[in-house]
């Protein structure tokens, strides 16, 4: 219906048909506390790849993997990256680190990882994405010490990326890819948390810049009380 929810349009967030309508989310009203926080960005250190991974990091010492991403080269070198560490699935007792695979051949063969991201101090690093933007440059990005970090390769048809230097985007998780506006600007749409203002919902960070920065705009908190709660936005 074009109703703005504190700068977010309801309509590309409408919730399925079989909710009630109770349990629809509620709009939330400008909060200038919770927009200066979440416009701060992470003060950890942006970790930056290992672009020449040992054999600790080899097909037959990985137990699982999974929370795959993948995004394709203008002229089709295709870039994946998953998230794995520990013993099994779920394991949170060993660091989690996530890895970057590429093919040159259609996804015949696959060479990797290529790169891999891997706290030194036994943090999880964890829900990596791949992106191709407009201008064609690769983005990784993955969370990491308190925020998402992103990593731009501007020749993504060379099988060993280059990287730009590591920085943070936002706080919260993005598992998913940036929407890019009619006007050319960029949404970037974590979700998060923060239980001392009781948010747990949506943010949406914009780009006018191609990504050089990003900018605070709006969030979608979950209703109080609701079980179901928003999250993983597309």
């Given at each position: 219906?074009?109703?703005?929810?504190?700068?977010?349009?309801?309509?590309g967030?409408?919730?399925?048909?079989?909710?009630?309508?109770?349990?629809?989310?509620?709009?939330?009203?400008?909060?200038?506390?919770?927009?200066?926080?979440?416009?701060?960005?992470?003060?950890?250190?942006?970790?930056?790849?290992?672009?020449?991974?040992?054999?600790?990091?080899?097909?037959?010492?990985?137990?699982?993997?999974?929370?795959?991403?993948?995004?394709?080269?203008?002229?089709?070198?295709?870039?994946?990256?998953?998230?794995?560490?520990?013993?099994?699935?779920?394991?949170?007792?060993?660091?989690?680190?996530?890895?970057l695979?590429?093919?040159?051949d259609?996804g015949?063969?696959f060479?990797?990882?290529?790169?891999?991201?891997?706290?030194?101090?036994?943090?999880?690093?964890?829900?990596?994405?791949?992106?191709?933007?407009?201008?064609?440059?690769?983005?990784?990005?993955?969370y990491?010490?308190?925020?998402?970090?992103?990593?731009?390769?501007?020749?993504?048809?060379?099988?060993?990326?280059h990287?730009?230097?590591?920085?943070?985007?936002?706080?919260?998780?993005?598992?998913?890819?940036?929407?890019?506006?009619?006007?050319?600007?960029?949404?970037?749409?974590?979700?998060?948390?923060?239980?001392?203002?009781?948010?747990?919902?949506?943010?949406?960070?914009?780009?006018?810049?191609?990504g050089k920065s990003?900018?605070?705009?709006?969030?979608?908190?979950s209703?109080?009380?609701?079980?179901?709660?928003?999250?993983?936005?597309?």
């Amino acid at each position: 219906d074009g109703t703005v929810w504190n700068g977010v349009l309801s309509g590309g967030l409408a919730p399925s048909a079989a909710l009630h309508a109770a349990d629809k989310p509620e709009p939330v009203a400008s909060d200038d506390k919770l927009a200066e926080i979440l416009s701060r960005k992470p003060s950890g250190i942006p970790l930056t790849p290992i672009l020449d991974p040992g054999p600790e990091f080899a097909d037959e010492k990985r137990i699982w993997q999974g929370s795959g991403s993948m995004t394709i080269s203008p002229k089709g070198r295709i870039w994946l990256s998953e998230m794995t560490g520990g013993g099994f699935e779920g394991d949170r007792t060993e660091p989690t680190y996530v890895i970057l695979f590429t093919s040159g051949d259609g996804g015949k063969t696959f060479q990797g990882p290529v790169a891999v991201v891997k706290s030194p101090s036994g943090k999880h690093v964890q829900d990596p994405g791949l992106w191709t933007d407009p201008r064609g440059r690769l983005w990784w990005y993955y969370y990491a010490n308190g925020g998402m970090v992103a990593n731009i390769a501007d020749d993504p048809e060379a099988a060993k990326p280059h990287f730009q230097p590591p920085f943070f985007v936002s706080q919260g998780f993005f598992i998913n890819k940036p929407t890019v506006l009619a006007d050319g600007s960029w949404l970037w749409t974590p979700h998060n948390k923060i239980p001392t203002l009781g948010f747990k919902g949506v943010t949406v960070y914009r780009s006018q810049d191609e990504g050089k920065s990003f900018a605070f705009v709006g969030s979608v908190n979950s209703k109080p009380g609701v079980e179901i709660q928003i999250g993983e936005p597309i």
